[in-house]
């Protein structure tokens, strides 16, 4: 995953180096960080920002 100045989020499949699905968004400013887990048996990620959020993704549905 990486996040970027364009306030998105990208998941990558490190295997092959392409991104899978579309960017998440959300953020208002730049994405700084982004940490990925798993609560409750689902893949988390959760991401900081210049806009002085974070926010917890689900990666099962990109929401």
């Given at each position: 995953m990486t996040g970027s100045s364009?306030?998105?989020i990208g998941v990558w499949d490190l295997a092959?180096?392409?991104?899978l699905g579309k960017p998440l968004t959300g953020h208002t400013d730049t994405?700084?960080?982004v940490a990925v887990g798993t609560l409750s048996g689902r893949t988390i990620a959760v991401s900081g920002s210049r806009d002085t959020t974070l926010r917890r993704w689900d990666l099962g549905t990109a929401q």
């Open positions: 364009d306030k998105t092959t180096g392409r991104q994405v700084t960080a």
